[in-house]
Structure formats: C-alpha cells, structure tokens
C-alpha cells in the first residue's frame, strides 16, 4: 500500500476505533462504575445513529425525515432520546437482580432491531439510510475524513474527561458504594435507585452520541450494522480487555481488540475461495474465544480498575 | 427519642417480634440485650428501617418513621452499623469514611463537572474529616489500603468510623464486639464512651458480652420470645430471676405456663 | 476410648483464632451438652468437627480414627452427622424426599433406616408427601434431624435444636432428642435452653470465650452457681 | 386466521419454548445464572440433528435422540472447560460468558452450515385438515413428543435419586453439601437434562419452521420470558410459562404485525417485572 493509501486508512481506522471507545466509555459507566450488565448496547447506539440521521438527512421517499436541521441538533436529539429509552428501561429493572436488566436489555435491543427492519416509513427498513450530512466536510478541501476524525477526537477527550471527573468526585464514590455493597450504601442515606439510573442514563446518552457520530461518518446506515454482534458483543470484549472500571482501559480496549478484530478479516481474506463466505463467522468465533481467554486469563483487564486518590492537602 | 409502639413481625408463620413496646431515651446508651431467638436483630432491622413491620409503629422523636427507608432514616440521624463489616471492599479506607457525609454537593453530577472548584473544597474539607476519624480509630497507617484487604478487627472500627463522619443523632451498632478480642473491645468501648460524650450521640447496642454491656449501656432491655421481659440497670438486671431463667431456659412444661 | 474426643484445638475463620484450646469428648451413647453465653464458640466448635474451620493446632479423633480437617461429605460417610440451627430442611421436598437426601451417600435399601424415622417421629410419617416447608417448625426440626438419622451415624451433633421454637415445641424437642440417644446414638448438642438441656445431658461443658471454663454431669453444671451467672457476665 | 387455529400453533410454538425453558430454570436454580447461551444450544442442537435426519435420511425417532445426547454433551463440554473455572466467582462473570458462549456458537453453526435457512425436508407436507383447522403431521410429532418429554423430566426429576438431589441443591446447596450430596455430580446432571432439553427444543424449531443460524437467539427472550414469568428456578412453571408466552405470541397476530411476535414476550416480561418485581427469584439474594 502506498503512503496515501495508508494514510486513509489510518484516520478511518482511527475514526472508528473512536466511537467503538466512546461506546466502550459509555459501557464503562454502566458496568464498570455501577455494575450493570447491559447486554443491548446496540439499542442504545441504533437509536442514536437512526435519530440523528432522520433529524439531519434532507427528504426521502424511502423513510421519514426531511428535517434537514443542522448536526449539533442530531446529535443531541440522538443523545436525547437515548437517554430517555435507559431512563424506562431504567426504571423498571434497576430495582432488581442485574440478571433482569441484562435480559430487558436484550429485549430492548431485539424490539429496536425488529423496528430497524420493519418500519420502512421511519427506518427505510433493510435498504436503509443514504445521504447523511457529514459535518465539515468541505471546509478544508481534501480534508474532510481528517477532519472528522478530529471531531470524533474531540468528543472522546471530552467524554473521557467527564468520564474521569466522574469517576474522581462524590458521584462516582457513591456509585463505587452501591456496586460493593448496596445495603451499607442505603444505611450511608444513599438512595441507590437514583444513583444507579443516573449511571445508566449517562452510559446511555454516550452510546446515543456514539451512534449519532457513527452515522455521519459512514453516512449510510442499514441494520445490518447494528447487529448485536459488533454493537454490543464486541463493545463487552473491548471493555473487558482493557479493563473496566478504568477509562484509560476502556479506550485501549477499544483500540486493541479492534486491531485484532481488523486483523482477523485481513486473516480471513487471505482464506480459500469457497471458505471466505464462511469467513465473518470465523471472526466472530476468535472473538468469543479470545473473551473466554480473557476472562480465564486475566479478568480485570490489560488496566485494572483503580480507585482514585484524593488530591492531598497542604 | 425513638418510641415502640406494639411492634410485631412474623416471617412464615414464626413471630420474631410480638408485641414489643419499649424507649430509647435521648443521651442514654441503651443496651438490648435476650437469648438467641428473642428478636433482638429483628427489632434492630426494623428500627433501621432494613425490614417493615407488620404491626406497630415507631416514633422517632415524635415522629411516626415506621416503614422509613433506610436512606430517609439516614438523613433524620439514625445510623446504623452492621454485626458483620459492610466495608466497601474494592474502595480504599478513606473512602470508606469520605462516602458517608450526606449530601455532599459532588453527589450531583453536573456539579461535579461544572463547580470542580467548590466540589474540591467540599472534597477537602471531607477528607480532613476522614482523617480526624481515621486518627481516633488509629488507622491511619492504612489509610489508601483496599478495605477489603482490612483485618476483621480492622473493619470493625471502620464500620463504627463511618458513624463519626455524619451528624447522627441515634447510633445503632449491631454487635460491635463479636468477633474481637480483648483489646480491641476495651478499645471498641473506650471509643463509644467517648463519641457519647464528646459527641452527643446517643447509642442502641445489640451485644452478647455481657462486660461490655455492664460497662457502656444504661438502661439494658432485655427481650426474650419477642417482647420486652424487663429493663433497668445491668446490675438489678443481673439479680433478675426472669432474666436468669430467659437465659438458662425454663425447666420444662408444666414451669411454662405461669412463666407465659 | 471415647467415641468423640477434641484435644487442645484451636482455631478460626481467618487470622483471629476463636476457639482456645478447646477440649471436649462424647463418649458412645452419650448426650454431651455445649452451654455458654453467645459468641462462646460453641458453635464454632462444632464446625471444627465438620471441617468447616481452619485448625492451627489440636486433633479430633472420631471412632478411633483422626478426623482432623476431613471435608465435610468424607465425616458425614464416617458416620457423624450434622444439624444445623437455621435452614435445616429442603422446603419444596416433601419429608419422605428429604429423608432420602440424609440417606444420598447410601446405596443399599434406605426403607429400614426411614421406617426407623417413622416410628421415632410418628407425624412425619402423615406428612410424608407434604412439602417440607409447610410444616410448623417442631415439625421442621424433626424433618432437619430425620434427615441426619437416614445415615445411622454414631454420633449427631444439633446445632441449637430449639432456637426460636415455642415452649411446647421445645419440651418436644427435648423429648426427641432423648429417644434418638435411646437408639445407641451418641448426641453433641449445642444449647441455650441450658437448664432443659443440662437435665437430660449425662455430661456437660460451659465454654466461654472460645474456651473450655467448666466440666461436668448435667447435674452437677445445674446446682453451679458460678455456671448461671457466666451467662450475665460479671 | 382463525383464533383457533392460532391456539394450535400457540401450542406448538409453547411447548417448544417450555423445554428450552425447563433449561433455563434448571441452570438457574441450581448454578445461579441466567444462561445467556441457552438458546444458541438449541441452534446447534437443530443443525445437528441436520445430519442425521436429512444428510444420512435416519428416521426421526434416531436423530432426535442422537441429537439430544450430542448437544447435552457439548453443554457439559462447555461446563467443563468454561464454567467451572468461573462458578466461584461473581454469577454476573458467568453471565458475561455464556453470553460469549452464545456467539461462539452460533459461529460454529454458520460455519459448518452456512448462513442460509435451511429446513429438515424438502417438499411440501400436506397438512391434515380437522373440522376446518390445518395441523400438519409435523406438528403432531412436536407435540407428541414435547408431552413425552416433559412427562419424562418430571419422572426423573420427582422418582429418581438424582432429580431429587437436583430439587435439594436448587432448594439449599448448603445443606445439599451437608448431606453428602455430591454438588458436581449434580451440576453434571443439570448440563445433560438442560442441554438434552435445549438439543430437542431446537429439533422441533426447526420441523416447526426452519434451521437457521440466529433461529435459538431469536427464541432466548420468550424463553427467559416463560422462565420468569412461572418463577425462575421452577421447571414446572416453565411449563405453564412456556404455553402461555407461546399461545400469546401466536395471537398476537390478530393484532400487530406478525414481525413483531419476538416483542411479545418482551411485553409480557416487562408487564411481570413491574406488577410482581420481588419474590421471582424467591429465597435468593440481590446481586
């Protein structure tokens, strides 16, 4: 590959590894601070990527929209209406055994899915979404991958610094308190409920925000890429790997397992003809084995989890 | 200061509390004391506000807080500690004790991404707090240690530390001594005689040591089958036959009727 | 030689030992009583026996054989069986399945050994198709020691057989407790029903503190001052 | 369609997820943990019975068999070498792994099989048609054979040492160990039942409708759903449960759009969290 060719190649590759880490960010504050098995990542990032796409795109015979608002409006009516849908899914599970959030969440997820590709008149059904705006683009000619990336850049420094700040002030202690031990958390007057459905909203709202950013970057969106597999099954490993309960884990996950995960297609390409088909499946299996490995191997992450020190005083 | 008012609860069939009136008076360190099975640790629960009663109420001070969450009861002044350490194990010491200040204006979120400023001086402000505490409980050398990794003794005190870091009116220590030994108690003591004096608090203690009842608590209840069978001062509890019997246990049937 | 015999154990959960030195033993068909004021160790003990505590010094010797720090399955085939205070039935079973569940280990005919429960307690044998948890908790706790029999143990050890049980139940319990030991089954009893417990014991220990303090037949424990106000300290 | 005919199709579709549901509960109850992983076992179980029933042409009163001892030895393989090693630690790390159980699964189906749908037989089988209602020969079988299974988990589980032990280890795995019951071999019994439950559930997915990759997934949701809804760790419930989500499901064509079946049981499950949130999971405590 020549030098330009690489080059494009770096920033896509760089652009998705940061939103798969605003995703693993967002799974952070759920599972990572708060305990939450969220297992329906990919309702919270098709939600967000749809909704941005329909407030943005201009009209089309093929689904609803023609709004054709401007992209910060997108992008917060993505991370709106995330974060309204974990507010209810929220509310009714967080009361009980993380078991049943992780199976309303699959359910979520399903009901987003079966939306995705029946309801034509909003989604454009399996044909999906053309012509999403991609912001920017054209103000520095010939520059408009790059600077793109630069955006997404930007909004993963400011997720991870809220992210941090987060995780360094009362909030997160709270949060911390709850997922050790939420009986003496409640003894302490913390209302666990609240804490946690915030933590859940939150993690939600980055989700929504990562898919919003998916959307204009790709600029066509079908189901297809919202399966369960790379929206929320490959988010799992990456924070798993890198380590949950730390941010700095969460990003690295995200940048290593989408390497090996690249790797592997290159791997799978060079397969034999009649295989090649076959060959996505084969991806998906190094995938979960390499979770199991982790799991076995080294279960709290390349980054483990460390409690913040508090600033000293003088 | 907390009223009971005819409490009763049953768990499938079996009454742990029946019935149950007593007081326990502002300033007092009381001591509840019963054989195994008397329905101490129920009475205990539901006064935290950990499990609902089925009949009776609670007053706290004139206050009907029957059925409070512990959350609520929290903030009203009532702390509890538990029989077994609830150490946030994964959090270092000094959070453990930095958590529990109530409302802390860094538990809201977008102030602690908008006002870091005042959220660091508040944060200051409770660390300092935690190390007084951390100093009086002489832990100070474990300070940034994982609680978890805490010895049992070690996390006794934390527990009873986490009650020092909020303005409690009402403490509730569930067995503070079981479980240690010697020293530490008279320690574990020491230190309850003086957050009670120093501090104001006023204490209900479960314990089965009957010296460190003798030497903290007045007035000592003592329940026995769900009910208050007799209160007062450890010694005339001591020269108490009911309370001799409650402990021995009857000598049989035909004793139990009159005893009833 | 005693059927049971504790020397000099010591040992707890984690760092801080709870049992001191602790020395007791059952002789065959005996009933041995363990008082004390709570947090004793008197539980604790029995735990030793089962394996369930980390020992640092001291043996037990079962039948002639040192049992030290068997697990708990292997001391139950070697014929010691255990009754815990709470929990101590499988309430969706029915009593005649939870009799089974006692007799798992065995493979041969069981039918003996569970006639052998019917007759000692005559109720369950009525309610053997009922399920376990519906029953009132005299019922309970025959059910909780008619599982331990299924093994025919030489020796049961019951961990506070009457703890929150009413008085008619408890007189019941007691009465139970005689006519299993009238079998030839040696009993280690935990109780704090001490005054009940001591009068059918043959011999009883008062531990304090996770040590032995006093020795001696029920009786004489009984007439001891010194024993009943141990239970109030001072 | 008429309201009877749905109910039979209810039936059928019920019973096939009450046996993944018996499953479901079993695991649950007896290790802990919502196995996330449960329905791609059906999947593999299905495409297994592929080459008995279809490939080799055997009967079906071999392959399913065949195909039921092969799958409940993959969940004992699975136990094996996955989680065994996680059952002393946190029931969520268990949970995380079947869910990456599930996928690996499914990988495997798709690879040896191919990503299409495919189905048992070729050609069209007439269906038999009483009193205006059509069920086909295949359906029969399903139903017939679902009744002999239940029929026979409940005989194991209420007649035989080891389903009792089964119930008790469910009921106080303290006391279980206390008794002398051997907790593994216990654990081993419930990877057979359930996977041997999962292997037929899958079999008669697929005579129902047809094999494909994602076919088991689809299913998870009613099948936790069915689980819940009768009280987890309850294998009879999960019958009723089972029947109802089915039944439920099928009429639910009267009213939306049949793409939407899935959602059913996600509504009946969310209509259940919030009318009785507590007691589900009666006697165990909150994670």
Redesign the interface.
């Known amino acids: 590959m020549e030098l330009a060719g690489l080059l494009t190649y770096g920033i896509f590759f760089l652009t998705l590894v940061g939103i798969y880490g605003l995703l693993a960010l967002g799974l952070n504050v759920q599972w990572g601070y708060a305990g939450m098995l969220n297992i329906g990542v990919a309702a919270f990032f098709t939600v967000g990527a749809y909704t941005s796409a329909i407030i943005t795109t201009a009209e089309s015979s093929g689904h609803l929209g023609g709004f054709g608002l401007p992209f910060p409006v997108g992008l917060a009516s993505a991370m709106a209406l995330s974060g309204i849908l974990a507010l209810g899914v929220g509310l009714i599970t967080l009361r009980l055994r993380s078991d049943y959030l992780a199976i309303a969440s699959i359910g979520i997820a399903e009901i987003v899915r079966l939306t995705l590709k029946n309801e034509g008149w909003l989604t454009g059904g399996v044909r999906g979404m053309a012509g999403i705006p991609r912001p920017l683009a054209g103000l520095i000619p010939g520059y408009d991958a790059t600077l793109y990336l630069l955006l997404v850049l930007a909004f993963v420094a400011a997720v991870y610094w809220a992210n941090e700040r987060a995780w360094r002030s009362p909030w997160g202690r709270v949060l911390r308190a709850i997922r050790e031990n939420e009986a003496a958390a409640r003894a302490m007057g913390k209302n666990s409920l609240l804490f946690r459905l915030q933590a859940f909203v939150l993690g939600a709202v980055v989700m929504g925000l990562a898919g919003a950013l998916y959307a204009h970057f790709v600029r066509f969106i079908s189901p297809e890429a919202f399966n369960p597999l790379f929206a929320t099954f490959l988010i799992w490993v990456m924070l798993i790997a890198g380590g949950s309960g730390n941010n700095r884990g969460a990003l690295l996950g995200a940048f290593v397992i989408w390497i090996v995960w690249s790797a592997t297609e290159i791997f799978v390409t060079r397969l034999p003809e009649d295989l090649v088909t076959r060959a996505g499946a084969l991806r998906v299996l190094l995938i979960g084995i390499l979770l199991q490995v982790i799991l076995l191997a080294r279960p709290q992450g390349i980054l483990p989890e460390r409690p913040p020190r508090p600033e000293r005083h003088e | 200061m907390i009223q009971v008012e005819h409490l009763s609860k049953s768990f499938g069939g079996l009454r742990a509390v029946n019935d149950c009136s007593f007081t326990l008076e502002e300033g007092a360190i009381t001591g509840l004391i019963g054989p195994n099975g008397a329905g101490k640790t129920t009475v205990f629960n539901m006064i935290a506000g950990f499990i609902k009663p089925s009949g009776g109420r609670i007053l706290f001070e004139g206050q009907d807080v029957t059925g409070f969450s512990p959350e609520r009861l929290f903030s009203l002044g009532i702390v509890r500690t538990f029989q077994i350490p609830h150490e946030f194990s994964r959090m270092t010491v000094l959070e453990n004790l930095m958590l529990v200040p109530p409302a802390q204006s860094g538990e809201n979120l977008f102030s602690s991404w908008l006002r870091w400023g005042a959220v660091r001086r508040e944060e200051r402000d409770v660390r300092r707090k935690g190390e007084e505490v951390l100093e009086f409980l002489e832990l100070t050398h474990v300070r940034d240690e994982l609680a978890g990794n805490l010895s049992g003794g070690q996390k006794k005190l934390l527990e009873l530390g986490r009650t020092m870091m909020t303005d409690a009116k009402l403490v509730l220590l569930d067995e503070p001594a079981a479980g240690v030994n010697r020293t530490l108690m008279g320690k574990l003591a020491r230190m309850i005689q003086q957050l009670h004096r120093e501090r104001g608090y006023s204490f209900c203690i479960i314990e089965h040591d009957m010296d460190l009842i003798a030497e903290l608590c007045h007035p000592v209840i003592v329940l026995a089958e769900g009910r208050v069978l007799t209160q007062g001062s450890m010694e005339s509890i001591r020269r108490d036959e009911r309370v001799l019997e409650a402990y021995l246990g009857h000598s049989g049937a035909h004793e139990t009727e009159g005893a009833a | 030689m005693s059927l049971l015999s504790m020397e000099k154990v010591t040992g707890g959960y984690g760092e801080a030992d709870i049992l001191h030195d602790v020395t007791l033993r059952v002789e065959a068909g005996e009933i041995v009583v363990i008082v004390g004021p709570n947090g004793a160790g008197k539980s604790t003990a029995m735990k030793a026996i089962f394996g369930l505590l980390k020992l640092r010094s001291g043996q037990i010797r079962f039948d002639g054989q040192d049992i030290t720090n068997w697990k708990p399955d292997r001391v139950v085939r070697r014929g010691i069986c255990f009754v815990p205070q709470t929990d101590n039935v499988f309430p969706t079973l029915t009593v005649q399945e939870n009799l089974e569940m006692g007799a798992f280990v065995r493979n041969d005919d069981i039918r003996p050994a569970m006639e052998r429960v019917f007759e000692l307690f005559p109720p369950l044998r009525e309610k053997r198709r009922q399920a376990a948890g519906t029953l009132s908790g005299g019922q309970r706790q025959m059910v909780a020691m008619g599982r331990a029999l299924m093994l025919d143990p030489k020796l049961l050890l019951l961990d506070e057989p009457t703890a929150g049980l009413s008085p008619i139940f408890i007189d019941q319990i007691f009465q139970i407790v005689k006519q299993v030991n009238a079998t030839g089954i040696g009993i280690l009893m935990v109780e704090q029903n001490a005054k009940q417990a001591l009068a059918i014991a043959n011999r009883g220990y008062v531990m304090a503190q996770g040590a032995n303090r006093h020795e001696g037949t029920g009786q004489e424990l009984l007439a001891d001052r010194e024993v009943a106000e141990m239970f109030l300290g001072g | 369609m008429d309201i009877l005919q749905l109910l039979i199709y209810g039936i059928v579709l019920g019973g096939v997820i009450a046996l993944g549901a018996i499953g479901v509960s079993l695991t649950f109850g007896i290790l802990g ?2 196995n ?1 992983s449960h329905g791609d076992l059906m999947s593999t179980g299905a495409y297994i019975a592929l080459i008995f029933f279809t490939t080799l042409a055997w009967p079906l009163w071999i392959a399913l068999p065949i195909a039921m001892i092969a799958t409940a030895a993959l969940a004992l393989a699975i136990d094996r070498s ?1 989680y065994r ?2 059952r002393t ?1 946190q ?3 268990l ?3 079947s ?3 599930a ?2 699964l ?6 040896i099989w ?2 299409d749908t495919i189905t048992y037989q070729t050609g069209i089988q007439m269906p038999y048609r009483v009193a205006g209602l059509r069920i086909r020969p295949d359906q029969i079988t399903i139903l017939l054979c679902t009744i002999f299974l239940v029929l026979a988990v409940h005989l194991f589980l209420q007649r035989t ?1 080891m389903g ?2 089964m ?2 280890m ?3 795995p ?9 907790t593994e071999r216990v654990v081993l019994w419930t990877w057979v039942l359930g996977g041997g439950l999962a292997g037929a559930a899958g079999v008669f997915l697929g005579l129902d409708t047809r094999l494909h990759p994602e076919m088991g997934w ?1 299913l ?2 009613p099948i ?1 759903a069915a689980a ?1 809804l009768s009280g987890i760790g309850k294998p009879y419930g999960a019958i009723v449960g089972g029947l109802v989500i089915g039944i439920v499901q099928e009429m639910s064509t009267l009213v939306i ?1 049949a ?2 079946k ?2 059913i ?2 509504a009946i ?2 209509v259940m ?2 009318v009785r ?2 007691g589900l ?1 009666s006697g ?1 405590s ?2």
């Open positions: 943990f919502a996330f996955l090693w996680f630690r029931p969520v790390i949970l995380i792994s869910f990456g159980v996928l690996i499914r990988s495997l189906v798709q690879m191919g990503p040492k009792k032990a119930r008790a469910a009921d106080n303290n006391l279980a160990r206390l008794s002398g019951i051997d689809t998870l949701l936790f819940i759009a793409a939407y899935p959602a049981a996600f499950l969310v969290l919030i949130p507590t999971f165990r909150t994670v």
